[in-house]
């Protein structure tokens, strides 16, 4: 871990008129932007930007509805053009006849997208829209947030929604923000403006951000994911390696997996940024960890060398707590102690703190089974997480896979297996591990006619299909399972290929259970 003064360096996402543009008041007027992708992100992005007084033009794929509906709102505000269409999203438009100064991109599109590779080979310089919003932070007459930054394969959510949680606990006016749904550039103009932001953050995001400089940060795990945007794990592995970059206070990193201390050790932090671990285990000194049943602080204590401050209880964490929500509980813990958060906020924002749905979700536990929706386990890592979990499984598994190789998975957890029930459009790379290391665990595939994408007119996947195929699948697991099986819907994949989203499998997953009879009970989220 290198200290340094964040000296202005030359680079090549930045000129120099850019170079200037670090506050809501700096000369914004006139500059020359293209913002590309028009989803939430996107149009935050242009309204933005119209507002500062640059010259935008957005261009956007998807002819739609919604689509067509933002393009009308962002004429009305000053943008100088909205262009909806594959052809104007393939390559990069003039604005008031010149080239760009500035592409805005959306997170979802990769470098090799066209229009985007086009400016970067003719040197404009591409933001996020994360470094939009930092850049634009500072504002004459409001306060200014400091940010805690969060990444990771798993556990970005729970980490956010608990670190915000504590912080208002703690009487901070406090957000979660970033990829978990609010669009970043829509907290940062809100009028009473903020005293901290728990900022989730994506590799999509983190690839496109150059200058944050959090409070603190942390990268919770780190799993093959995202290869087919980023290209390769490595290009993925340094994305979330940014995290830390330009730290001021704590870097926070995952005792239990090397590579988050690594991350570390190499990042460029600013001068007296210290190293801060967490682990499920018996923390040493300058780590957050566990002894005996309870959540302890060996960092920011002054007698840290022999002892250590109790934060909470794992049972405040709720009734099912696999052991990564006590991992990603202490790492919130560990960014708001560094924000200066006392220890009784800690406890008392753990205890406030409302759990989303589809993350270890207790939808119903009748006739000895337990039935459990992971719909937000969206990669092998995640579903590695929750079926450790749990000791004899019927496994709602499958979807689209992302690149991503099931080997490790599937091997490390046959012996929990009691039977697998597949979904998705394309099973083959998860049956193939399961042939070669679970080959006498049952599994089974769906019917003919539920193996196909089922389409929409829009194109979209068919909600009636979709539906169709979890009610196949719950009746499946339900046939399969034994008095103290848990059936785990933990996908392990991505749901876009036969479900609008993971929240949509997730609810169809419930509802399925619950027309069977099931009485729904929430859980804490993972």
């Not at 005996?292 to 401050?309: C, G, N, P, T, Y």
């Not at 499958?398 to 080997?407: M, N, R």
Request: aromatic residues 6%.
């Amino acid at each position: 871990m290198s200290g340094s003064h964040g000296e202005t360096v030359p680079n090549t996402w930045e000129t120099p008129r850019l170079a200037n543009l670090t506050s809501w008041d700096a000369d914004w007027a006139g500059l020359r932007v293209v913002v590309a992708g028009l989803g939430a992100s996107g149009f935050s992005a242009a309204d933005t930007l119209i507002e500062l007084g640059a010259v935008v033009v957005v261009v956007d794929a998807g002819v739609t509805p919604a689509n067509e509906a933002k393009a009308d709102t962002l004429r009305i505000v000053g943008a100088r053009d909205v262009l909806l269409g594959a052809g104007h999203a393939a390559a990069l438009p003039l604005v008031d006849g010149g080239q760009p100064d500035l592409v805005v991109t959306s997170p979802g599109w990769p470098p090799t997208q066209p229009l985007l590779a086009e400016a970067a080979a003719a040197g404009i310089p591409i933001w996020g829209d994360v470094e939009l919003a930092w850049r634009v932070r500072i504002r004459e007459g409001r306060r200014t947030a400091e940010w805690l930054t969060i990444t990771g394969t798993n556990g970005k959510t729970t980490t956010v929604g608990l670190a915000e949680s504590m912080l208002i606990a703690a009487g901070k006016r406090a957000v979660a923000a970033g990829n978990v749904g609010t669009p970043i550039l829509d907290v940062i103009r809100d009028p009473q403006g903020y005293d901290v932001l728990a900022v989730e953050l994506s590799s999509f995001q983190l690839h496109w951000a150059h200058s944050i400089e959090p409070l603190a940060s942390v990268c919770l795990n780190i799993a093959e994911d995202h290869v087919d945007w980023h290209g390769s794990y490595e290009a993925y592995l340094a994305a979330k390696a940014s995290v830390y970059e330009r730290t001021k206070i704590a870097c926070i990193y995952n005792v239990e997996q090397r590579e988050t201390e690594t991350m570390v050790e190499d990042a460029e932090v600013m001068d007296g940024c210290r190293a801060v671990g967490f682990t499920t285990g018996m923390p040493s000194i300058s780590m957050m960890g566990v002894v005996e049943d309870l959540l302890v602080d060996r960092a920011f204590i002054e007698q840290r060398k022999d002892s250590a401050a109790e934060l909470a209880s794992i049972r405040e964490l709720g009734d099912v707590v696999p052991r990564h929500l006590v991992a990603n509980a202490l790492a919130a813990a560990a960014l708001v102690r560094a924000a200066g958060v006392p220890a009784a906020a800690v406890r008392d924002g753990i205890r406030a703190f409302q759990p989303g749905d589809h993350r270890i979700q207790v939808v119903a536990n009748e006739d000895g089974v337990l039935w459990i929706n992971d719909s937000k386990a969206t990669n092998p890592h995640a579903a590695s997480a929750s079926l450790a979990s749990f000791q004899s499984v019927v496994w709602i598994a499958g979807g689209l896979s992302k690149g991503v190789s099931y080997e490790d998975l599937v091997r490390d957890h046959a012996g929990r297996l009691r039977a697998v029930v597949l979904l998705g459009e394309d099973p083959a790379p998860l049956q193939g591990a399961l042939s070669r290391h679970a080959p006498d665990v049952p599994v089974s595939l769906p019917p003919s006619h539920h193996t196909g994408r089922g389409h929409d007119a829009g194109g979209s996947p068919d909600p009636a299909a979709a539906d169709a195929l979890m009610q196949w699948a719950v009746a499946e697991a339900a046939r399969l399972a034994q008095d103290g099986d848990t059936v785990l819907m933990a996908p392990a994949a991505a749901s876009m290929d036969q479900f609008s989203s993971y929240a949509h499998r997730g609810a169809a997953f419930t509802a399925a259970v619950h027309a069977r009879g099931g009485q729904g009970t929430t859980a804490k989220e993972s």
